[in-house]
């Protein structure tokens, strides 16, 4: 990389800001860097973000999600204030309903007690409908939609219309609990139809509301990203091919094409395996970009909470920190790395502590390099124009484009 874009002593600068931030944050929380043990850092850390949440949960009016209207509206009123998308390029109502038409879901027909597909829309609505998809029927039928339905997809049947944010009905709950069980979170979207959804289930744990805040945050980024996408490949003859894949979220499993390539990963693979071949490689994770900007939106809370709102201003340039620290026993030389990435460390309060995450800093540590070496802007050019490949030729790209 160094060759490539004329920089040098990259990695060194992202180190030192490694131990400046780390350093900085634990001074603020009244810890010393090289005098405190892991359990002392993970601690203070988690006793800080159980403030946040608590101090979000008040402010969102204590949000009890089986009053869907009351919790809908404070929630999403606060989510669309810190980031309102525009009009994204989804797929039509009345195609999607044609669709399922065709794909009886007869698992919620048969919940509700209805005959028909229109039936069922129009008293339940299109948005809880199509959120409900994904925890009503079983996995085969879903395969089934998305191979076969999907296929039939041009781009005249999408248009321009707003992303819907909605807080289902709580009598979704009992249709949900397999859902939840599989699950690390109850919010969702749906890409394709412009739909983020909550489902409504209680919150009673520390770390629950600003859990799901930051999801809604997350996906209110993530979904304009995607779209964005969908209507780039509109007026191509594959549209629908490349639809599917980022639907997906293809990532390549074939071996780098050469050492000046960079992968480009859309998931999380650490969720399904830690020891996955690609998390060591060279890549770049637009998911861990939407946290990035999710932070960033967070942050902007501050100006509704007023003194009490500055804990949520500086998590955005956490992301990727994070370092060994020793467990504080006398004779002891082991260390534990402790991420100070808010979502692992939000991830990590809902469990109680039980899981210690840490693959959402080593994700945004990752981005981090190749923002550094090639700017945001360009990176996130690089990514849209080769997402479909699943590589970026680092080399073609930046001919003539050194600083």
């Known amino acids: 990389m160094n060759k490539l874009t004329g920089k040098s002593g990259v990695m060194e600068r992202i180190a030192e800001e490694n131990t400046i931030l780390t350093r900085r944050t634990l001074e603020e929380l009244g ?29 969102l009016g204590k949000p009890d999600l089986s009053k869907t ?60 409908v199509f959120s409900a998809l994904r925890f009503a029927q079983d996995e085969a039928w879903m395969h089934k939609f998305f191979d076969e339905a999907y296929n039939e997809l041009t781009a005249g049947d999408f248009e321009e219309r707003e ?23 109850n919010v969702s979207h749906l890409k394709e139809l412009g739909i983020i959804f909550v489902i409504p289930l209680k919150i009673d744990t520390p770390g629950e509301t600003l859990r799901l805040f930051t999801l809604i945050l997350h996906y209110l980024n993530e979904v304009p990203f995607y779209s964005k996408l969908f209507r780039k490949f509109s007026s191509e003859a594959d549209f629908t091919i490349k639809l599917k894949s980022l639907l997906r979220g293809d990532v390549s499993e074939a071996p780098l094409p050469n050492e000046n390539s960079l992968r480009i990963v859309q998931r999380y693979l650490a969720k399904d395996d830690p020891n996955d071949f690609r998390l060591l490689e060279p890549h770049f994770n637009p998911e861990a970009e939407h946290w990035y900007k999710a932070e960033g939106d967070l942050g902007k809370i501050g100006t509704f909470l007023g003194a009490g709102g500055k804990a949520f201003g500086y998590w955005q340039g956490l992301d990727f920190v994070g370092d060994f620290f020793s467990d504080g026993i006398s004779g002891k030389t082991d260390e534990e790395l402790i991420s100070f990435d808010l979502i692992d460390l939000v991830m990590s309060l809902v469990k109680k502590g039980e899981i210690k995450y840490l693959y959402h800093q080593q994700e945004a540590l990752w981005n981090k390099i190749f923002i550094e070496y090639l700017g945001r802007d360009k990176i996130e050019e690089l990514v849209e124009k080769n997402i479909i490949e699943g590589f970026i030729p680092l080399e073609v790209a930046l001919t003539g484009s050194r600083s």
């Open 69 to 128: 209207a009351l919790v809908c509206a404070k929630i999403c009123e606060t989510a669309f204030a810190l980031n309102k998308p525009k009009p994204g390029f989804f797929i039509k109502k009345e195609k999607a309903i044609q669709m399922l038409e065709k794909f009886t879901p007869q698992n919620l027909l048969n919940h509700f007690g209805y005959g028909t597909v229109a039936e069922l829309v129009k008293k339940q609505g299109f948005e809880q």
């Open 163 to 185: 992303v819907e944010l909605r807080v289902l009905e709580p009598q979704w709950l009992d249709v949900a609990e397999k859902f939840l069980e599989k699950k690390y979170h």
């Open 31 to 59: 810890l010393s860097l090289g005098s405190c043990s892991t359990g002392d850092v993970y601690n203070i850390l988690i006793k800080r973000l159980t403030h946040m949440d608590e101090h979000l949960y008040n402010f």
